[in-house]
T-cell receptor, first 115, second 115 residues
Framework: DTEVTQTPKHLVMGMTNKKSLKCEQH?????MYWYKQKAKKPPELMFV???????INESVPSRFSPECPNSSLLNLHLHALQPEDSALYLC??????????????FGQGTRLTVV | DAKTTQPTSMDCAEGRAANLPCNHS???????VYWYRQIHSQGPQYIIH???NNETNEMASLIITEDRKSSTLILPHATLRDTAVYYC????????????????FGDGTTLTVKP
């Protein structure tokens, strides 16, 4: 199984809503990532978890709150978002880069629209 | 992080080889070069990576210059399904960096394979 599964595929939320994006992998990877991608732009790294601990936060606003409850799951909790936060949110996983240099596997993304 | 520079777009005839260049003149000695591609609205897909030697797999070949300041991804027999945005990425090595695994996507090359 080389899949990274993201749910939901599409999400529309209001600016006062609280929602969560979910990501799951069963490849035994110990590093997991959240990226944000705006239309016609490359993915931008948001967070990196390594062995279930947050290792990189790219100065992301606090209205985005990541959580890694176990080695297979990664969540992104959303609260009080703005319309400009509308984007494709991508999850990825890999072997921990401190262990070895390997590729990352990406999910198909969640298309988020903030209204 | 080392930056990468790629042409904005390229065309290729179906069945011909597609050669996609990437400049990474500030790459450090222990940083890997990774290539991914992203077909419209899907998650990025890993293609190949290398450090200093040329690499080949079932999808592509990677040629890295001796000074490591540039590389070329070769798709030997391009098909219409290879139409995508191709990203060349320099990946922070696993050790000793505290940013191990951090990958910054450049703007990529949009490859259009034409019949």
């Amino acid at each position: 199984d080389t899949e990274v599964t993201q749910t939901p595929k599409h999400l529309v939320m209001g600016m006062t809503n609280k929602k969560s994006l979910k990501c799951e992998q069963h490849m035994g990877h110990r590093a997991m990532y959240w990226y944000k991608q705006k239309a016609k732009k490359p993915p931008e790294l948001m967070f990196v978890y390594s062995y279930e601990k947050l290792s990189i936060n790219e100065s992301v606003p606090s209205r985005f709150s990541p959580e890694c409850p176990n080695s297979s799951l990664l969540n992104l909790h959303l609260h009080a978002l703005q319309p400009e936060d509308s984007a494709l949110y991508l999850c990825a996983s890999s072997h921990d880069p401190r262990d070895r240099d390997t590729e990352a596997f990406f999910g198909q993304g969640t298309r988020l629209t903030v209204v | 992080d080392a930056k990468t520079t790629q042409p904005t777009s390229m065309d290729c005839a179906e069945g011909r080889a597609a050669n996609l260049p990437c400049n990474h003149s500030t790459i450090s000695g222990n940083e890997y070069v990774y290539w991914y591609r992203q077909i419209h609205s899907q998650g990025p897909q890993y293609i190949i990576h290398g450090l200093k030697n040329n690499e080949t797999n079932e999808m592509a070949s990677l040629i890295i210059t001796e000074d490591r300041k540039s590389s070329t991804l070769i798709l030997p027999h391009a098909t219409l399904r290879d139409t995508a945005v191709y990203y060349c990425i320099v990946r922070v090595p696993r050790f000793p960096s505290t940013n191990a695994g951090k990958s910054t996507f450049g703007d990529g090359t949009t490859l259009t394979v034409k019949p």
